[in-house]
């Protein structure tokens, strides 16, 4: 199973970035898809999840109404477009694969950095 981040990248605030995530041996079909931000010196924390039966999404409360998670099941992909960036939302930006949105993954790419310039 690999999945393969991308689209980080240098950007002022309130400036945008799309990233994206795709996966190769693995069922997304039985895979919620999440994003997860680990910003520097703090753990890891969810970002963004959207639930593999019926599309449901979910959001930090710190990226509601700035950020959307989608996914395209034909290229076992998901993309997270990210708006109105702060500072803050500065880190490595990680994409995983839970069973379960409000599950843990059981599969995570390798990151990649978003840094936020003010």
């Known amino acids: 199973v690999q999945l393969q981040a991308s689209g980080g990248g240098l950007v002022q605030r309130g400036g945008s970035l799309s990233l994206s995530c795709e996966s190769s041996?693995?069922?997304?079909?039985?895979?919620?898809m999440g994003w997860f931000h680990q910003a520097p010196g703090k753990e890891r924390e969810v970002v963004s999840c959207?639930?593999?039966?019926?599309?449901?999404?979910t959001y930090a409360d710190s990226v509601k109404g700035r950020f959307a998670i989608s996914r395209d099941f034909a290229k076992n992909s998901v993309y997270l477009q990210m708006n109105s960036l702060k500072p803050e939302d500065t880190g490595v930006y990680y994409c995983?694969?839970?069973?379960?949105?409000?599950?843990?993954?059981?599969?995570w790419g390798r990151g990649t950095q978003v840094t936020v310039s003010s």
């Open positions: 041996g693995l069922s997304l079909n039985k895979y919620a």
């Open positions: 959207i639930s593999s039966r019926d599309g449901e999404t």
């Open positions: 995983g694969t839970p069973r379960r949105c409000d599950w843990p993954p059981d599969y």
